[in-house]
């Protein structure tokens, strides 16, 4: 934990030993909780912090209850961001994939799937199926079992056994120029053939008009739709 002030070390410790409701209260004792309750009010002030903490030079994640809030707020970052000159050039539309963040009993259930998701294998499976490959699940029949497709080789298979070694994914466009940054869900292999892991944060730097590529201000290499 990189607290060094020892209260708020001690609430954090509570939060990620999942004890949440000490944790927060603690939290709130110290006065890092803030409440706003006008929507337009808070959204503004969420994005207006995170750009004074990225203009210290200092880490930053905004948690949002639900996928609708997050695209909000991320689309009024963007254009803060935008107006105080920190994104550059156009925006690149790019595909990625966004985590559904199902339970393993919601990855259990086949009425949770749908076509058009992707299954990424967190281990490798029984049936020839390799850690890190991705399928996207194919249309169905009434009454057919899901099959899926493999995204790099196209080889149609049954859908995986073992959905607590999975992720479900949805594919969706999204919008980036120089200066974005991207919070990687899972560990990608890089252009120069090293990893970059799940959970990190990276500014980008540049991106290439002809492939799509997009560079990192570490220097590594994302490939077009990581």
Do not use: W
Not at 100 to 124: C, E, P, S, W
């Amino acid at each position: 934990l990189r607290q060094k002030d020892p209260k708020f070390r001690e609430a954090i410790t509570d939060l990620s030993k999942n004890r949440t409701l000490q944790g927060y209260q603690k939290l709130d004792r110290l006065g890092a909780v803030q409440e706003i309750e006008d929507h337009e009010e808070r959204i503004n002030q969420i994005c207006d912090d995170a750009i004074a903490s990225q203009l210290k030079k200092r880490s930053n994640l905004i948690i949002s209850p639900t996928n609708a809030e997050g695209s909000l707020i991320n689309a009024v970052m963007r254009t803060k961001l935008r107006e105080k000159g920190l994104l550059k050039g156009k925006d690149h539309e790019i595909k990625t994939l966004h985590n559904l963040n199902m339970t393993v009993a919601d990855r259990r259930d086949l009425n949770k799937h749908d076509a058009g998701q992707i299954i990424r294998l967190t281990k490798a499976i029984k049936g020839g199926y390799k850690a890190g490959e991705e399928y996207q699940i194919l249309e169905r029949k009434k009454g057919e079992d899901f099959q899926v497709k493999n995204r790099k080789t196209g080889e149609v298979k049954p859908l995986p056994s073992k959905p607590e070694h999975n992720q479900i994914y949805r594919e969706q466009n999204t919008n980036l120029a120089v200066g974005d940054t991207v919070r990687l869900t899972s560990n990608v292999k890089t252009k120069e053939d090293s990893h970059i892991f799940n959970g990190t944060t990276h500014q980008i730097k540049s991106i290439s008009k002809k492939t799509g590529e997009i560079k990192l201000s570490n220097g590594k290499t994302l490939p077009k739709d990581f």
